[in-house]
């Protein structure tokens, strides 16, 4: 516990004051918003309380300081809480515990206007980290995927290795990894003070969100055309037939019709045309659609054994027909 002591006892005070000096821009508020913010204040206050008596034990009883400093940052963060719980751990033995909790506190990304003493704090665990390391073993996991997803467990327990460096006894381990459903395995034995490198390589099930495949989407498509061009064949087929009623009212029997109806006959003749040339097209629509739908629901195994589907038109309608 040199390291504890290497700091004056001002400054560890300061270290459980840094609780006030680290938030202080959370409080710089005005009476009228006090009241929302006392529920903070008051936890902040009673992990202030639990620090400073796990540091007045730390050094005869470091199990009590290690479970009072464990109450501190459940009710309220501070990197100094980190850094005399690591050192709680280290007095007790466990030392896997202490370097996984100095990474805690040296991972913490400060902000500006963080307090002189939790910058003080990093600087001492990152001291202490590097003391301990030599006495443990190491596994460092190369993953593809970001390690932020990914959950570990060495030997059963999960832990926390955002940088992929995990700190273990010397001796056997078994690391598990997941992410997203894609999990993997590996065993290694590491020697004090050895690193021992672990590749996992996760392939991620694929997921079915739901939506159409993309010969349903052409299937879909094509039919809404082939209803389109429908729609588009029965009005040029309604306007033939309204331009061939007033040729019969204007020359029943089509023969020495007056060359005034000749604009009318010719555009009889070119409404039937496009008529029947739009029908086609849609006939052909219909039935690129049909067979788009067909494969995909035969490659989803959606389209019952014997389903059959073909397309239906007629003069003012158009559509699919089904057997099962």
Do not use: W
């Amino acid at each position: 516990m040199t390291a504890l002591r290497a700091p004056s006892v001002a400054l560890a005070i300061s270290f459980v004051l840094g609780l006030s000096a680290g938030t202080r821009n959370i409080y710089a508020q005005s009476n009228a918003e006090k009241g929302p913010l006392e529920p903070v204040s008051h936890a902040r206050d009673e992990a202030r309380a639990l620090a400073e008596h796990a540091l007045a034990v730390l050094d005869s009883d470091p199990a009590t300081a290690a479970n009072l400093l464990e109450h501190a940052e459940a009710k309220f963060h501070a990197p100094t809480h980190l850094l005399y719980l690591a050192q709680a751990r280290v007095a007790l033995g466990q030392r896997v515990a202490a370097a996984r909790t100095y990474q805690l506190l040296l991972e913490e990304e400060l902000p500006d206007y963080a307090s002189d003493a939790f910058r003080e704090a990093q600087r001492i665990g990152r001291d202490e980290l590097d003391a301990l390391l030599p006495k443990l073993a190491r596994i460092r996991l190369f993953v593809n995927r970001p390690l932020e997803e990914v959950s570990i467990r060495v030997d059963g327990v999960e832990v926390k290795a955002p940088y992929g460096v995990i700190p273990v006894e010397p001796g056997p381990h078994r690391i598990h990894v997941d992410a997203r459903g894609a999990h993997a395995d590996q065993s290694t034995e590491v020697r004090l003070g050895e690193e021992a490198p672990l590749r996992f390589e996760l392939t991620l099930p694929t997921t079915d969100d739901g939506g159409p495949s993309g010969l349903a989407i052409g299937g879909i498509v094509s039919l809404s055309l082939a209803g389109a061009l429908g729609i588009a064949g029965t009005v040029t087929g309604v306007l033939a037939i309204k331009n061939i009623d007033q040729l019969d009212d204007r020359c029943p029997k089509k023969v020495h019709c007056a060359p005034a109806d000749q604009p009318l006959a010719d555009d009889a003749r070119a409404f039937g045309n496009a008529s029947t040339g739009t029908f086609i097209a849609g006939g052909v629509a219909a039935a690129t659609g049909i067979v788009l739908l067909i494969v995909d629901a035969a490659s989803s195994n959606a389209t019952p054994l014997g389903a059959s589907l073909r397309p239906v038109a007629g003069p003012t309608f158009f559509g699919v027909q089904g057997t099962f």
